[in-house]
């Protein structure tokens, strides 16, 4: 499956924004989602991941939980994170990614596909 993540951009503390990831090459319901995210200087972390249909359970990094959504559009073959009050710590390179088997939804190896970032920056 390929992935592209977009959405990115320049955000005040306290602000909004949604990223988007659009699947092709593959049946995108066939496969579970992430987020993940890359600091400068920082190793990349999990951000939030969900399962194959629009319903499925989901799972969140305790430093996003209650201020990001993860959802999925399974006919628009797209994934969303939307991002409320943010911080300026959220700033990273957020990353889209898939997988196929089985593995931990809270597991950045259980995700074999991972597509180009797209650059978050929270600053006043």
């Known amino acids: 499956v390929q992935l592209q993540a977009s959405g990115g951009g320049l955000v005040q503390p306290g602000g909004s924004l949604t990223l988007s990831c659009a699947a092709s090459?593959?049946?995108?319901?066939?496969?579970?989602m992430a987020w993940s995210r890359q600091a400068p200087g920082k190793e990349r972390e999990f951000v939030a991941s969900?399962?194959?249909?629009?319903?499925?359970?989901?799972y969140y990094a305790d430093s996003v939980k209650g201020r990001f959504t993860i959802s999925r559009d399974n006919a628009r073959n797209t994934m969303y994170l939307h991002m409320n009050t943010l911080k300026s710590e959220d700033t990273a390179v957020y990353y889209c990614?898939?997988?196929?088997?089985?593995?931990?939804?809270?597991?950045?190896?259980?995700?074999?596909?991972w597509g180009q970032g797209t650059l978050v920056t929270v600053s006043s």
């Open positions: 090459g593959h049946t995108f319901g066939d496969n579970g």
């Open positions: 990614g898939a997988k196929s088997g089985h593995g931990s939804y809270i597991s950045l190896d259980s995700f074999n596909s």
């Open positions: 969900i399962g194959r249909n629009d319903r499925s359970t989901t």
